[in-house]
């Protein structure tokens, strides 16, 4: 993504997500720590849920119309209506990859654009 995009949420707010380029090298970290003891599994939705903390640029909220930006009040997130979370992480799922992109495996060598090479045999 390179340009902020704007969606609606489920309970007639709107969100917009900024550029991936706004997470710095510190908050990439910070995230990493966060799910340092989880498995797989819990990484794709700590990652969500933080990066879409750090990528909100704007939000408007009917239940909450004086709601911090998460970036401001990472707490603020948190109490955001499910709904409205699944909705922004959605869009920010695609994000997860280009943070934190998966481990090159030779069993994908043959998959357009994957990095690892065909074994020799």
């Not at 900024?18 to 990484?43: H, V």
């Not at 969500?48 to 004086?66: G, H, R, V």
């Not at 109490?79 to 994908?108: G, K, T, Y």
């Amino acid at each position: 993504m390179t340009d902020p995009q704007t969606i609606r949420l489920p309970s007639g707010g709107s969100a917009t997500i900024g550029d991936i380029k706004l997470i710095r090298g510190g908050d990439k970290r910070n995230i990493r720590l966060k799910f340092a003891s989880m498995g797989i599994n819990g990484l794709i939705f700590i990652a969500q849920a933080e990066m879409a903390k750090l990528l909100i640029t704007e939000w408007s909220l009917p239940y909450a119309p004086d709601a911090k930006l998460p970036r401001e009040d990472p707490d603020v997130y948190d109490s955001i209506e499910p709904d409205d979370a699944d909705a922004i992480e959605a869009i920010i799922e695609p994000l997860v990859n280009v943070l934190f992109p998966p481990p090159a495996d030779p069993a994908d060598a043959a998959k357009p654009g994957s990095p690892t090479e065909p074994a020799d045999v």
